[in-house]
């Protein structure tokens, strides 16, 4: 990499420190939940959609929901600490991939799930194995294509939010309820106010402290209920390949692997999103450390019933918001998502928030990071039509499937499964735009200078 291209990723002594800085325990502590609590949703969606949509009895989505989080919570830890060649080293958190849940519910339905996880171990190896190889690739993210994508990502997420304030489905009597949209107003306020009063420590806190506020608002009026906490085991943990011995179709494999190519582009994005966020350069090897996590925690899933994980970017905007680039709130979160998938009744706890807090603290985020993408994309120089080209096109395309959600359904099922991943389309049109507009080769033969940016 060169240093040019390190400069753009963000590399400074002082941010390097600053991952490294350990909190004293109790703010860490604390930090650590506000993290939990932001990512929480997006993690147990998954496991309560997929096994929905297969037919699954309630208890045997619980058991999902708990090998979800106690596989999320190593995959984070091992993405935040670091063990051999697995692990960023950075404060990211792991969770399954909603991409991953259209493959799961096709080949579910029709091969049953034990050529789901037979599919997912093959696909999590062959994930691992390819890392360092597209790693190779991060010259292709120049600042122009990096910005493009953490604006991306930010904006492609904030629909994820709004979704869980109004509902999901716009023809719900329903959805958009007032109550809801004052209470995801009224917990926005409060963060607002308590970044505005608190200093320090506290202000750092104010997400979680608007969670904990709002959530009670919300139970006291009736939007949400602690009715179930109490109810079903305290302890309960999925054996091994539950769902019988695994099976190979390769047809399903190759679907799934459509599906890792898109991860692989959208955690190679979140890597560079988190370096430029927190001040560290991040290279090839970084993104083959991450991306081995995600491929090992997908391969783990064929044995123990999980899912396909990926490296998330909800806590990023999170980490651009209060300033705390420590990873070690994020190992925190890796722990507390094990104890919340042991211990179901705390999980139960956490799943009983109201959607409408959780929904505010997810639209607060996603657009603090969709700003962190703003701030890169200031340092391209607009006046040339090229790079104004690459992020308008870019950014049009990649959001088609957050607005237009059914835009790509008279694809053959492959190629709506990749376009329908708004961030790996918008990625890859970037890169390509960028190798079309600021290719060496081409810029040399027409005798014209290579552009910095």
Known sequence: MSDKQSRDLGSDTTGTAAVDERPPFTHLLLLGMQHALVMYAGVVVVPIIVGTAIGLSDSQIADLVSIDLILAGIGTLLQALGLWKFGIRMPLVVGAASSGI?????VGQSQGLATVYGSLLVAGVIWILAAPYFSMLLRLFPSVVTGTVIALIGLTLIPVGLRLVAGSDPNDPDYGQLG????????MALMVVFRRVFKGPLGQLSILLALVIGSITGWSVGIGSLAGVGEGPIVGIMGPMHFGP??????????????????????????????????????????????????????????????????FGQNIGLIALTKVRSRYPVAIVGVILLVLGIIQPVGRVAAALPAPVIGAAAIVTFGALTVSGIQILSQVDFNRSSNLMIVMLSLSVGLVPAYAPSFYRQLPTYAEMFFKSGVATGTVLAIALNVVFHSRFRRARAGEPTPTV
């Open 246 to 311: 695994l099976q190979f179709h390769l047809p399903s494999i190759l679907l799934f692997l459509i599906i890792v190519f898109v991860l692989m582009v959208e955690g190679a994005g979140q890597g560079l999103a988190v370096g430029q966020v927190v001040g560290k350069p991040v290279g090839p090897d970084e993104i083959a450390r991450l991306l081995r996590v995600d491929g090992l925690m997908t391969a783990i899933s064929g044995v123990f019933n999980g899912f396909v994980y990926t490296t």
């Open 102 to 106: 259209v493959p799961m519910v096709l």
């Open 180 to 187: 809801h949209i004052a209470l995801a107003a009224f917990t």
